[in-house]
């Protein structure tokens, strides 16, 4: 029996509707930006495995680090106990982060780090005397994760389906989206401000925070938006008192051309979400990071105060190893300049494609090159089956979202291997009708 056939009889995949979805693609090793498959043939990695593998598969200095960290410390709990992977990771991150953030706490990924994130402002400001600040700001199409407290500050458009009526009520904000370099735009904000100005007014003193994926949402169709809406959005949540949560578990390490998104707005948000790109893709970790004053809110000597909330594997010592090299290796590798480098191989390669008439609009922000079409929900199916399948016989793995098509390749990948993908994309959408 095959394995994709021993697969179909006992394992549920993640967001696959199995009666209709084609047998997995049986993976057997990868290298770089390149995945092995059973039948022997290769498959170019275009969306770095659900924007996890940031370096490409299996670099060597994390693959040591890994070996030689599982064979001194597997785990050990952290409640009560610490171990040198932790420490020196935290450093590291309050170190690269943004100004401000100097308390790292972790989890396991990108949707834990938010459920951190979330509880840290509810319970801070309940701590500091204002515990009507319950309310969340959240964007339209944003995306968090899929545990409910991500799921009610993501947009339930396309994702909450039966859990509706569980997740709490969150103020959806409008965002001014652009298409083309969004470091260029010149969009008009006047009618974005005013609206989110009205919003804040509705919700007087009960805003606890607003959450932001900073400049790109990448879930809810790669669409970008400019930094001077983060910046505005920023100062005038703060305004009312509330909280800046930027989640970076997709755009963080590099993935728009700055080490953290927030970067390109100057933005030193209060609470940071970080997961996926944190190992270099290689093991689940997460950290949501604070500043002093949050982390103060937590004090004292009751020992309700604290943040009643862990998980068994937090801060896997394997998994700090991981994170420690792949921190190493973004510099050493000069991935921030290499984002660049795709950066500015999408303005060249993706406004031709504009004049394609299937296409509505093209968009890129470092590592991330989007081309939209026009039409289609997000459960449109058939069409993006359809370029899916059409690439992957030519050696490309996408995964559309719905009418928009995107590649983020590991930083790593070669310029002339990403400018194939493109081809190979370009050409299934000429085949369009
Ligand atoms: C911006 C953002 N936040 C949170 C998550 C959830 O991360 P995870 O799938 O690791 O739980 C994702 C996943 O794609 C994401 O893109």
Not at 272 to 281: D, E, H, I, S
Request: some cysteine; charged content about 15%.
């Amino acid at each position: 029996m095959s394995l994709a056939d021993r697969d179909r009889a006992v394992v549920w995949h993640p967001f696959t509707q199995a009666a209709t979805a084609d047998p997995p693609l049986a993976v057997v090793s990868a290298a770089g930006a390149w995945l092995q498959l059973a039948d022997g043939t290769r498959v170019f990695d275009a969306i770095s495995s659900w924007w996890t593998c940031l370096h490409g598969h299996s670099h060597p200095r994390i693959v040591a680090a890994i070996a030689a960290q599982a064979a001194r410390l597997d785990h050990v709990l952290f409640a009560g106990c610490t171990h040198p992977g932790a420490v020196a990771l935290a450093e590291q991150l309050v170190q690269r982060a943004p100004p401000g953030l100097t308390r790292v706490f972790y989890s396991d990924d990108g949707s834990t780090a938010v459920e951190v994130a979330l509880k840290m402002a509810v319970q801070c400001h309940a701590q500091r005397g204002q515990p009507q600040r319950t309310r969340f700001l959240a964007l339209e199409s944003g995306y968090h994760g899929d545990t409910f407290g991500a799921m009610s500050v993501g947009d339930p458009a396309d994702f909450a389906g039966p859990f509706a009526p569980l997740l709490w009520p969150v103020t959806r904000v409008a965002v001014p989206t652009v298409d083309g370099d969004p470091l260029q735009s010149a969009r008009d904000l006047t009618a974005a401000l005013a609206a989110l100005d009205a919003q804040l007014a509705a919700c007087g003193d009960t805003v606890a925070a607003v959450i932001v994926e900073p400049l790109v949402q990448g879930a809810g169709g790669m669409r970008l938006y400019p930094p001077a809406f983060l910046q505005a959005l920023a100062q005038r949540v703060r305004a009312h008192g509330g909280l800046v949560i930027a989640d970076e578990v997709m755009t963080g390490f590099g993935r728009t051309g700055a080490l953290f998104a927030c970067e390109h707005a100057a933005l030193a948000p209060d609470l940071l979400c970080l997961a996926k790109g944190l190992t270099g893709g290689t093991l689940p970790l997460a950290a949501t990071l604070a500043t002093t004053d949050i982390y103060e809110a937590f004090l004292g000597p009751d020992a309700r105060r604290a943040l009643l909330h862990g998980h068994s594997f937090t801060a896997n010592p394997i998994a700090c190893a991981a994170a420690l090299a792949s921190l190493a290796a973004l510099d050493e590798d000069g991935l921030l300049a290499k984002a660049r480098a795709l950066h500015a191989l999408y303005a060249r390669i993706l406004p031709p494609l504009q004049a394609l008439p299937q296409v509505r609009a093209v968009r890129w922000l470092g590592g991330i090159g989007v081309l939209e079409l026009h039409g289609g929900g997000y459960h449109d199916a058939h069409q993006s089956r359809q370029i899916r399948d059409f690439c992957l016989n030519q050696g490309v793995l996408i995964r559309p979202l719905g009418p928009v098509l995107y590649t983020l390749p590991p930083l790593g990948a070669e310029l002339g291997d990403v400018e194939h993908a493109w081809r190979t994309l370009a050409a299934a959408v000429k085949l369009l009708r």
